[in-house]
């Protein structure tokens, strides 16, 4: 009888290694971009694996790397000049914030030490912009120069809220325009 409750109770611990897995899934090269407008501008929320921008995850070992972050959050802290909108519209970048996540998943323990390495540790650039607009009606598209400035990504799901609508749109590398309504 005790054997049986045993097995019973490490059912449920499988099932939640397996939820955190399906929670957080473990992508590279893709990132995304939330476009949300405002009565006088627009803000921007990006998250993008360290792998796509500096192109490894690990926590920053040398000096090299730890410049190469210092580099990319420097960058990723000029919006406009990632995701250039008119310059008509005039806006201006009136807060940035840029940090580097690390997430330590517990795969190891999970029973699977065949795996490779890569499942163990994630790390993401995430970052909250917040952009005001003299002409807002003159904001009718986005270029993603933002490929350009990063050469390790290739895609970008870009969620744009407006007027309380939502789209979608898949950017890549090749097509890095959009259209704004
Ligand atoms: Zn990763």
Request: a negative charge; aromatic letters at 6%; hydrophobic letters at 40%.
């Given at each position: 009888?005790?054997?049986?409750?045993?097995?019973?109770?490490?059912?449920?611990a499988?099932?939640?290694?397996?939820?955190?897995?399906?929670v957080?899934?473990?992508n590279?090269?893709?990132?995304q971009?939330?476009?949300?407008?405002?009565?006088?501008g627009?803000?921007?929320?990006?998250?993008?694996?360290?792998m796509d921008?500096?192109?490894?995850e690990?926590?920053?070992?040398?000096?090299?790397?730890?410049?190469?972050?210092?580099?990319?959050?420097?960058?990723?802290?000029?919006?406009?000049?990632l995701?250039?909108?008119?310059?008509?519209?005039?806006?201006?970048?009136?807060?940035?914030?840029?940090?580097?996540?690390?997430?330590?998943?517990?795969?190891?323990?999970?029973?699977?030490?065949s795996?490779?390495?890569?499942?163990?540790?994630?790390?993401?650039?995430?970052?909250?912009?917040?952009?005001?607009?003299?002409?807002l009606?003159?904001?009718?598209?986005?270029?993603?120069?933002?490929?350009?400035?990063?050469?390790?990504?290739?895609?970008?799901?870009?969620?744009?809220?407006?007027?309380?609508?939502?789209?979608?749109?898949?950017?890549?590398?090749?097509?890095?325009?959009?259209?704004?309504?």
């Amino acid at each position: 009888m005790k054997c049986a409750v045993l097995t019973m109770s490490l059912f449920p611990a499988v099932l939640a290694a397996q939820a955190t897995q399906i929670v957080t899934p473990h992508n590279h090269g893709s990132g995304q971009l939330d476009f949300v407008l405002s009565e006088t501008g627009f803000s921007l929320t990006l998250k993008v694996p360290s792998m796509d921008i500096v192109g490894f995850e690990a926590p920053a070992a040398s000096d090299d790397e730890r410049t190469q972050v210092a580099i990319a959050i420097s960058e990723l802290s000029k919006p406009l000049n990632l995701f250039v909108v008119p310059s008509e519209a005039m806006c201006f970048t009136t807060s940035a914030n840029v940090i580097l996540t690390h997430e330590i998943t517990d795969q190891g323990t999970a029973g699977d030490a065949s795996k490779g390495v890569s499942d163990e540790s994630h790390a993401e650039f995430q970052a909250d912009y917040v952009i005001q607009c003299q002409d807002l009606s003159a904001v009718n598209s986005l270029d993603l120069a933002y490929f350009e400035r990063f050469s390790g990504t290739e895609k970008l799901t870009v969620r744009i809220a407006s007027n309380g609508t939502t789209q979608f749109h898949e950017t890549t590398r090749a097509t890095p325009r959009l259209s704004l309504p």
